[in-house]
């Protein structure tokens, strides 16, 4: 299974669609908010994709239906979160992410908002039993903070799952 998810295009249906080209082996296409209205017109040229899209605190002025600010599915056996996240108020920490994430049995919880591309992987610690958890932010496809416009890829490979961030 391969995911690639994209953030904050702001606008800017060509990024969208040249990743979206870059990528057409891809199974899931996920947004992650500020850009509803043009993730929504490139993923429907995508007939046999999954698109899964989540609200972002810029697109109150979207015409359509409104995607929900939180999506939690299971993608090839593996949890996923994804969000935007300002209501989380991931400018100042990423603790109450992290421990909604823990809440929610996620293997990886995929936000947006900051425009800054980060990929961690957090081990369990010991005697807590939590499970392994990525955190990860694809940065901004639209208007990137410190660096090119960049996106984020998840695989599942012999039951391994892998995160990481590219740029465009």
């Known amino acids: ?14 990024r969208l669609r040249k990743v979206m080209k870059m990528h057409d082996d891809a199974d899931v296409f996920v947004h992650l908010g500020d850009g509803v209205r043009e993730f929504a017109a490139a993923a429907a040229l995508l007939k046999d994709k999954r698109i899964i899209s989540v609200a972002g605190n810029c697109d109150i002025f979207y015409q359509g239906e409104m995607p929900p600010s939180e999506v939690v599915t299971q993608l090839d056996g593996f949890v996923f979160f994804f969000t935007h996240r300002h209501k989380y108020r991931v400018k100042y920490s990423d603790i109450a992410l992290i421990a909604r994430a823990r809440e929610l049995g996620a293997d990886a919880v995929f936000y947006g908002h900051t425009h800054v591309a980060h990929c961690e992987y957090m081990p ?20 990137s903070v410190g660096g090119r416009p960049s996106y984020a890829i998840a695989e599942t490979y012999k039951g391994q799952l892998i995160c990481r961030t590219a740029e465009l």
């Open 1 to 14: 299974m391969k995911a690639v998810i994209l953030s904050d295009s702001h606008g800017d249906m060509s």
């Open 124 to 143: 369990p610690r010991d005697g807590t039993g939590e499970k392994p958890l990525y955190v990860v932010c694809p940065g901004s496809i639209g208007r």
